[in-house]
C-alpha cells in the first residue's frame, strides 16, 4: 500500500522509460507524445477513460503489439536503459521479462501444471523434478498451491475464473519476470477473487514492478503508489498527468485532471 507519509513518491530507479511514444492505425493515431518513467519495484497505475489507449500503450511496453501488423508504433520504450525495439532483441525473452495478465484470463485447454509451465517450457529444458518444483514455486507465488496441489493434472478449464486468473498470474512468475503488465486483471472477477488478486499485486512489488491499467478509482488508489493518467484529445490518446497516486485522486489536482477530461473522474 502507499506510504501516506512519503505520498508513493519514489527514489527508486526508473526500470521501464517511455519516450516520446506514439501509436498509429493506417492515418488515425490512437496514442501520441507519450513519456514515461516507471519505477521499479512499485506498482504503476495508468488510468483513464475508454478509447484513451490504455491498452495499447501496455502492449506497447512488451511489444505485443507487434502482433498486430495494422499499428506502426514510433517513438521508443527502454527496459533497464536498452531500447526493447533494438534488433538484436529476442522478442520471447522480452515477453518473459515483461509478462502480461488481461483482463480474461488466457487458460490453454490442458492440464493446471501444463499450463503453469507452458512459458518456462518455451523458452528452457526442464526435467521432471525441475518442472515440479517450479510448478509449485509459481503456483504458491499465485497463491494458488493449496487450492491445487492434488489436481495438478486436471484441466485448468475446469477452475473458477478467479483461480484461472491466479493460474495465469503463477505461469507469467514461473517466467521471473522483472515487470507484470496488468489490463484490467479483475474486472472480471467478483469481489472475493479481485481481493486476492489486489493483496497478491501489494506482496508482488517489492521483487517485481507491477504496470497496472484499472478503470477503479478505488483500486487505484489501494494498490498503485504513482499513477498516469491518460485522456483522449481531438480523439488522440495522451498523457494528462503523471504522479504520486494520492496526488492525483485526492490532491489539488484531481479536478484538474478531470476538468482536462471534460469533466468527471478519470475513469468515466
Ligand atoms: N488494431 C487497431 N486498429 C485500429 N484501431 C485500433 C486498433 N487497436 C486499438 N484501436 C483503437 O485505439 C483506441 C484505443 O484502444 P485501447 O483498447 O487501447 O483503449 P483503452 O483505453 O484500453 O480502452 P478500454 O478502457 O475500453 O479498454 C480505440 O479507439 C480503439 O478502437
Ligand atoms: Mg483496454
Avoid: Y
Avoid at 7 to 12: F, P, Q
Avoid at 254 to 266: P, Q
Wanted: with cysteine; net charge negative; aromatic share 2%.
Amino acid at each position: 500500500m502507499v506510504d501516506a507519509t512519503t505520498c508513493g513518491t519514489t527514489d527508486a530507479r526508473t526500470i521501464l522509460h517511455v519516450r516520446g511514444l506514439a501509436v498509429s492505425a493506417g492515418p488515425r493515431a490512437l496514442l501520441r507524445d507519450i513519456d514515461l518513467a516507471i519505477p521499479e519495484r512499485r506498482v504503476f497505475g495508468i488510468i483513464g477513460p475508454s478509447g484513451a489507449g490504455k491498452s495499447t500503450l501496455l502492449r506497447c511496453l512488451n511489444r505485443l503489439v507487434d502482433l498486430d501488423e495494422s499499428l506502426h508504433v514510433s517513438g521508443d520504450v527502454e527496459l533497464d536503459g536498452r531500447s526493447i525495439f533494438a534488433p538484436d532483441v529476442d522478442v520471447d525473452t522480452l515477453r518473459a521479462r515483461v509478462g502480461i495478465l488481461f483482463q480474461q484470463p488466457a487458460i490453454f485447454p490442458v492440464s493446471i501444471e501444463k499450463n503453469v509451465l507452458f512459458g518456462a517450457r518455451h523458452l528452457r529444458r526442464l526435467d521432471r523434478r525441475a518442472a515440479a518444483d517450479l510448478a509449485e514455486r509459481a503456483l504458491r507465488d499465485a497463491a494458488l498451491w493449496d487450492e491445487v496441489k492434488d489436481r495438478l493434472d486436471a484441466p485448468a478449464v475446469k477452475l473458477s475464473v478467479g483461480q484461472q486468473q491466479r493460474l495465469c498470474l503463477a505461469r507469467a512468475l514461473a517466467l521471473d519476470p522483472e515487470v507484470l503488465l496488468m489490463d484490467e486483471p479483475t474486472s472480471a472477477l467478483d469481489v472475493q477473487s479481485t481481493d486476492a488478486i489486489e493483496r497478491l499485486i501489494v506482496r508482488l512489488a517489492p521483487r517485481c514492478t507491477i504496470v497496472l491499467v484499472t478503470h477503479d478509482i478505488d483500486q487505484a488508489r489501494r494498490v498503485t503508489d504513482r499513477l498516469a493518467c491518460l485522456g483522449l484529445r481531438d480523439g488522440v490518446g495522451r498523457l494528462v498527468q503523471c504522479g504520486p497516486c494520492c496526488e492525483l485522486l485526492d490532491g489539488r489536482t484531481n479536478a484538474e485532471v478531470a476538468e482536462r477530461l471534460g469533466g468527471g473522474s478519470c475513469c468515466d
